[in-house]
């Protein structure tokens, strides 16, 4: 350690403020008195610096001392995180519950991955070997379904001097040591150190073309995501934020999930810290968290720490796109996070913008949205961050400033309705004033895997919700009987869009995954029985007349009759619709 002291000065909460700081950097990391408490320079006035303690302060005194460590905030990476659960700078709850049953205790430093554990470890290369940034020099299977790769750092190139043979390892074992061009010995660890405010290298971004599939119709086929894309989910509460992340954990074919709890409350983060140990991937048959990173850091924790939770989750998901994954993060909720920067830069005394907001919301929302993307990295594979951020606005008031700036950088926006979510309507996602910005980017890719008139099929539908919503408006002033035939029908075919097509289950075996061919066939399903019962309407047939046919109850429950590996019976529904109508007609012939 750095032997550079500052004299803490000032406490206000979480922000202290230290003399004889000036040769201190800015955003470096440093342990503030006699507990060694974790903190970050934020600013610098002369020799009088300001920093932020990821812990609680209390207890500490004016004189102690504040100790450099001489390195930004950083986080470790190597083997042991994929199934591990954090706080929001990286140290593993599990270890920190083993020395104190009830809260995190103040001073326990900055733990983090299992030091002692040794890993299998399978060298890759050989003596003399020239290597370069990007090259895979080593793996350790961390997982049934996760091969972690060793990859020489960036700006790291040289000749391998020594290897040492396949065995196990610690992490801060050298497994091999590289020479590089000024003759200097670098050794080549299981794990190093990265901090979270910088982005990881690159080679190049890609444009963005293949979906992220969830097997939730209203995402897939009405809001399609994307490998690589941003998306909001904001919500008022109760509207189903955390279940429908949850059901993307669960179900999304990311490679990698890394769950972000950010600033909920402590019961919610419960229920997710007691549950996802306990999920099976439907994938593979293995626990969900053979592929998962959870980070805790409930609304009682250190405010400090939840302002940099986001940034330690996706500089881990980083590291693992690096390794050629598709990754996803969930970060519930980016305005927990953003109340975190409001209170800290309110004890910082910096001006106030919209709502109490820091005036650097935007940029800050902008640095962590534009971390997302589909990318070739250093070893010039294709690989994808994907980032889901939740959003809490206060009342379900989507005019507010988080949701506002949210909007600008994310291309998919997925509306939770308080309405729907009482009608017990899930997912609660609006039809009406949701979208997706990646329809016409993975037009190709469904037209190659799917169906070619997937979207046009989906326009059609949504067209089909927005007539229904201006025909009730005439239908509460008046009432459904005045309607003509063709309208009524229009009604009656939304209605079944709604129930049979957009809500979905759950916790029904059928019903909980869709596949996206069986979601084609089912949209293909109630197109021809809109498209047959209009003829009828058109030959003078009452509205009435069709509603009391058995196959509208065939189309509402199909969604949990057809297996997804059975939709040849999607098309025998298809053909009994058909003959039912063609006998229909002739009757009125």
């Not at 102690?64 to 990476?77: A, D, Q």
């Not at 959870?294 to 609304?299: C, D, H, P």
């Not at 065939?554 to 040849?568: A, C, F, G, S, W």
Request: proline share 5%.
């Amino acid at each position: 350690m750095i032997n550079i002291e500052g004299i803490v000065s000032d406490i206000n909460g979480p922000v202290v403020k230290g003399l004889n700081m000036g040769s201190f950097k800015v955003n470096e990391m440093v342990t503030v008195g006699n507990q060694k408490l974790i903190g970050e320079v934020v600013s610098i006035e002369g020799t009088i610096a300001t920093v932020q303690v990821y812990e609680e302060t209390e207890g500490l005194k004016a004189g102690e001392k504040i100790f450099s460590t001489g390195s930004p905030l950083s986080v470790s990476l190597g083997p042991g995180m994929i199934g591990n659960i954090f706080d929001g700078i990286q140290r593993p709850l599990n270890r920190i519950q083993n020395m104190s049953q009830d809260f995190i205790p103040e001073g326990i430093g900055l733990l983090s991955l299992d030091e002692k554990k040794k890993w299998d470890v399978k060298i890759l290369v050989k003596k003399g070997d020239k290597l370069k940034t990007g090259d895979v020099y080593a793996t350790v299977q961390e997982t049934e379904r996760i091969l972690h790769k060793l990859i020489i750092p960036y700006n790291v190139n040289g000749t391998v001097n020594d290897v040492k043979p396949d065995g196990k390892y610690t992490l801060n074992d050298t497994v091999v040591v590289l020479e590089n061009e000024n003759k200097r010995n670098l050794n080549l660890t299981l794990c190093f150190k990265w901090p979270v405010r910088k982005a990881r290298p690159i080679e190049g971004r890609l444009p963005i073309y293949k979906p992220l599939i969830t097997g939730q119709r209203v995402i897939d086929s009405f809001f399609p995501i994307a490998k690589g894309g941003t998306i909001a989910l904001p919500g008022g509460f109760g509207t189903g934020k955390t279940v429908t992340q949850h059901q993307l954990a669960k179900w999304s074919d990311a490679d990698i999930i890394v769950y972000i709890g950010c600033g909920e409350r402590g019961n919610e983060m419960t229920d997710v810290l007691e549950e996802f140990p306990k999920l099976i991937d439907p994938r593979t048959n293995r626990p969900l968290m053979e592929r998962t990173i959870l980070i805790a850091n409930t609304s009682n924790m250190p405010v400090a720490a939840r302002e940099a939770s986001i940034y330690t989750g996706i500089t881990m998901a980083e590291y693992y796109r690096d390794m050629g994954y598709d990754v996803a993060i969930m970060a519930d909720s980016t305005s927990r996070w953003a109340e975190a920067l409001r209170e800290i830069s309110g004890r910082l005394e910096e001006m106030p913008a919209e709502e109490g907001y820091p005036a650097y919301l935007p940029s800050r929302l902008a640095e962590f949205y534009e971390r997302a993307g589909c990318v070739e990295n250093l070893s010039k594979e294709e690989a994808s961050i994907t980032i889901i951020g939740a959003v809490s606005p206060p009342g379900g008031d989507f005019s507010e400033p988080v949701t506002e700036n949210t909007k600008r950088f994310v291309t998919a926006f997925l509306a939770l309705d308080k309405k729907l979510a009482y009608a017990r309507h899930y997912p609660a996602i609006n039809y009406l004033t949701s979208y997706s910005g990646y329809v016409s980017m993975l037009g190709d890719w469904y037209e190659e895997n799917i169906a070619s008139d997937m979207f046009k099929l989906r326009q059609k539908m949504i067209s089909l919700l927005q007539e229904e919503e201006k025909l009730n408006e005439i239908v509460q002033l008046v009432g459904e009987d005045v309607l003509p035939n063709d309208q009524a029908l229009v009604l009656e075919t939304a209605r079944i869009i709604k129930k049979g097509f957009l809500q979905q289950n759950a916790l029904h075996p059928q019903d909980s995954f869709v596949v996206l061919k069986k979601q084609y066939l089912m949209l293909q399903v109630i197109d021809i029985f809109y498209e047959n019962a209009m003829e009828c309407v058109k030959m003078g047939i009452p509205i009435s007349v069709i509603r009391k046919e058995d196959v509208i109850q065939d189309i509402l429950k199909m969604k949990y009759d057809v297996p997804n590996d059975k939709l040849e019976m999607l098309d025998d529904l298809m053909k009994k619709i058909i003959e039912t109508f063609k006998n229909l007609k002739q009757k009125y012939e």
